[in-house]
């Protein structure tokens, strides 16, 4: 009897053992399962997507030339934002500085780079580790009415990890013409609009925690975040491989946060890029009425009242 109720006690146990590691393993074959689950967009594509199609694209190193210079996609050319930016006059926080150029120059230089509009353009960066770089100039080029604009899914990393060639040396690609009637403003605000309409937005902080709680990193006039901002940061819409989660997981992250589909929204970041890579993911899982503010907090925190 007493080894029965022994064996009994051990089968109990080893089952509750078992359960238990169970439990971990299943968690993490979830997680594993949901890192699986890749975003669509119309504004996304794979590394395998730019494997097969590099002879067709314009590909575009978005963290710029110095960036490239270290390693780079064979047959990409480099362009930071700040080559189609207003940074040459001025200081961060200045009315006009980091702002989208005006379309005469900025088909200057999109000309002068060779970027095409009859093109498919596609752009990558650093992904979770970057700051968005790829996303800023996709939502420019496309409020300049370029029509055919994708950013690789998992950045840099991922064309690597797909056996992409890489370089040290960026591609100069041929001048082309380039015209820019106007720039579309539909998913652009500027402060004293922001400042008019401020209640009728829901306002998005995606910088990290230590931005959104006070501490100044970049030069900003003072520490803190715009009054009631919802934060997510950017960080936030990856996996840990680098790689976008899934459109019904991102969905879920902005509707928890008390974002609706039908509600206007601004993101913001410290200079507009985070926070334009963030427009185009909203955008793409259905929140379809979002500006992104390139002045962003180095311009409001100088005029304006922030909260920590």
């Known amino acids: 009897m ?3 109720i022994i064996g009994l006690l051990a089968l109990v146990t080893l089952g509750l053992t078992a359960c238990g590691g169970g439990s971990d393993e299943t968690t993490d074959t979830a997680k594993a399962k949901k890192e699986t689950e890749a975003f669509t967009g119309e504004y ?3 590394a395998d997507y730019v494997k097969k199609n590099l ?3 314009i590909l575009i190193d978005a963290r710029g030339e110095e960036e490239a210079n270290k390693g780079t996609v064979k047959g990409a050319t480099a362009i930071g934002w700040q080559n189609l930016a207003s940074v040459e006059e001025g200081a961060s926080g200045d009315e006009k500085w980091g702002l989208v150029l005006e379309p005469k120059e900025l088909a ?3 000309g002068e780079k060779g970027i095409a509009k009859d093109k498919e353009i596609v752009l990558f960066a650093g992904a979770q580790k970057g700051w968005g770089d790829d996303g800023r100039i996709a939502w420019e080029l496309l409020a300049a009415g370029y029509k055919d604009v994708k950013m690789v899914d998992g950045g840099f990393a991922a064309l690597k990890k797909a056996g992409l060639e890489t370089d040290i040396e960026s591609t100069k690609l041929d001048p082309v013409d380039v015209t820019i009637d106007s720039i579309d403003q539909t998913h652009i605000i500027r ?3 922001l400042k008019k309409d401020y209640d009728e937005y829901k306002i998005v902080d995606v910088r990290e925690d230590k931005e959104y709680e006070g501490d100044v990193l970049y030069g900003e006039a003072k520490g803190g975040h715009l009054p009631d901002a919802i934060h997510i940061p950017f960080t936030d819409l990856f996996n840990s491989n680098g790689k976008l989660k899934s459109k019904k997981d991102l969905t879920k ?4 946060a008390g974002l609706a589909k039908e509600d206007k ?3 913001y970041c410290t200079a507009g890029i985070r926070s334009a890579y963030m427009e185009l993911v909203m955008d793409m899982c259905g929140f379809k009425q979002v500006k992104n503010y390139d002045g962003s907090y180095y311009r409001w925190a100088k005029v304006e009242d922030v909260e920590k």
């Open 44 to 46: 996304i594509v794979n």
């Open 191 to 193: 402060t004293d609009e």
């Open 2 to 4: 007493k080894k029965t």
């Open 265 to 267: 929204i601004v993101t």
């Open 55 to 57: 002879d067709d694209v």
């Open 253 to 256: 992250l902005f509707e928890d």
């Open 108 to 110: 200057k230089r999109l």
